[in-house]
C-alpha cells in the first residue's frame, strides 16, 4: 500500500507557473506507475497526465499538452507536475494517483490508490 501527499498549490495568476509535488510513504514507488488527475467545481475529475515507473514515457491529455511536464524521482518517492503558461481553466483541485499497473494510464478506475488533493486557482 502506498501513501500520497500532493503539495504546491496556490493562486497564480494567468500566464504564472506552479509546480505541484506529490510524496509518496513505502519503499516500493518504483512499482508504480503514477499519474495526475485534476477536478474544477461542477465538473468530473478528469486525467491531466501519467508517467510509467521508469519514468521513461509519460502521457498528457491534450488541454496540457506542451505547458505541463510529469517527471519522478524513484530514489526520493516523489512525483511532481511542471505547470506552465496557466489559463484560468487550469483551475481545479489537482490529485495525485498510483497503480500496480505497467503503463501510463489515462483512466480513474485504473488507479488505486489516491491523494488528498491540492488546489490550483488561476486568476485572469
Known amino acids: 500500500q502506498v501513501q500520497l501527499v500532493e503539495s504546491g498549490g496556490g493562486l497564480v495568476q494567468a500566464g504564472g507557473s506552479l509546480k505541484l509535488s506529490c510524496a509518496a510513504s513505502?519503499?516500493?514507488?518504483?512499482?508504480?506507475?503514477m499519474g495526475w488527475f485534476r477536478q474544477a467545481p461542477g465538473k468530473e475529475r478528469e486525467f491531466v497526465a501519467s508517467?510509467?515507473?521508469?519514468?521513461?514515457?509519460?502521457n498528457y491529455a491534450d488541454s496540457v499538452k506542451g505547458r505541463f511536464t510529469i517527471s519522478r524521482d524513484n530514489a526520493k518517492n516523489t512525483v511532481t507536475l511542471q505547470m506552465n503558461s496557466l489559463k484560468p481553466e487550469d483551475t481545479a483541485v489537482y490529485y495525485c494517483a498510483a497503480t500496480t499497473g505497467t503503463y501510463y494510464y489515462t483512466g480513474m478506475r485504473q488507479y488505486d490508490y489516491w491523494g488528498q488533493g491540492t488546489q490550483v486557482t488561476v486568476s485572469s
Open positions: 508517467i510509467m515507473r521508469s519514468g521513461g514515457s509519460s
Open positions: 513505502g519503499r516500493t514507488f518504483s512499482r508504480y506507475a
